[in-house]
T-cell receptor, first 113, second 115 residues
Framework: DQQVKQNSPSLSVQEGRISILNCDYT??????FLWYKKYPAEGPTFLIS?????DKNEDGRFTVFLNKSAKHLSLHIVPSQPGDSAVYFC????????????FGQGTTLQVKP | GAVVSQHPSWVICKSGTSVKIECRSL??????MFWYRQFPKQSLMLMAT?????????EQGVEKDKFLINHASLTLSTLTVTSAHPEDSSFYIC???????????FGPGTRLLVL
């Protein structure tokens, strides 16, 4: 049972435009969400997180939106740059702070110059 | 801040040998460290969670006698793949979390190839 889903395996965007990556979850116990960026043969790099008490968190070009009623979150990258091309994973942490993260399958973003 | 290192970055070994991978948090104390495995074109699979000074908790289907985890200090955890076989070839990644934090910071990964 996939508790965190990224239904789009890939996304292609023109440089300078907005990239929107989506993530859905099924477990109501999740109360902390994170986005990671990963290049091949490297470990994931933390980008941004959001607690369930918020519906938006912004850090530079990255904004994460959380819609708890829809169990949906999204990552917006504006403006997109060619260096943003990578695999993006969303992850969820259940309440109770065990620290365990449940990852989505990842979305490959390609930003074209 | 929040830098995690892994050593070695890649290793090739013969079938039947044991391989040790180190994971270090360089600028923070990691009360909890996690070990993941990633197969090609797949997401990260959590293998085990280790808390400093206690035994690791393994995920279902992960053999604890095969993958030995030690978390002896707040900055170091090790994963030993014992009697490695070709099917153990994979990309192993560790992550670390500070005591009050909820964000995991990942190491760069270790590529293991068992011949």
């Amino acid at each position: 049972d996939q508790q965190v889903k990224q239904n789009s395996p890939s996304l292609s965007v023109q440089e300078g435009r907005i990239s929107i990556l989506n993530c859905d979850y099924t477990n109501s116990m999740f109360d902390y969400f994170l986005w990671y960026k990963k290049y091949p043969a490297e470990g994931p790099t933390f980008l941004i997180s959001i607690s369930s008490i918020k519906d938006k968190n912004e850090d530079g070009r990255f904004t994460v939106f959380l819609n708890k009623s829809a169990k949906h979150l999204s990552l917006h990258i504006v403006p997109s740059q060619p260096g943003d091309s990578a695999v993006y994973f969303c992850a969820a942490n259940p309440s109770g702070n065990t620290g365990k993260l449940i990852f989505g399958q990842g979305t490959t973003l390609q930003v074209k110059p | 801040g929040a830098v995690v290192s892994q050593h070695p970055s890649w290793v090739i070994c013969k079938s039947g040998t044991s391989v040790k991978i180190e994971c270090r948090s360089l600028d923070f104390q990691a009360t909890t460290m996690f070990w993941y495995r990633q197969f090609p074109k797949q997401s990260l699979m959590l293998m085990a969670t280790s808390n400093e000074g206690s035994k690791a908790t393994y995920e279902q289907g992960v053999e604890k006698d095969k993958f030995l985890i030690n978390h002896a200090s707040l900055t170091l955890s090790t994963l030993t793949v014992t009697s490695a076989h070709p099917e153990d070839s994979s990309f192993y990644i560790c992550s670390a979390r500070a005591r009050q934090g909820r964000t995991q910071y990942f190491g760069p990964g270790t590529r293991l190839l068992v011949l």
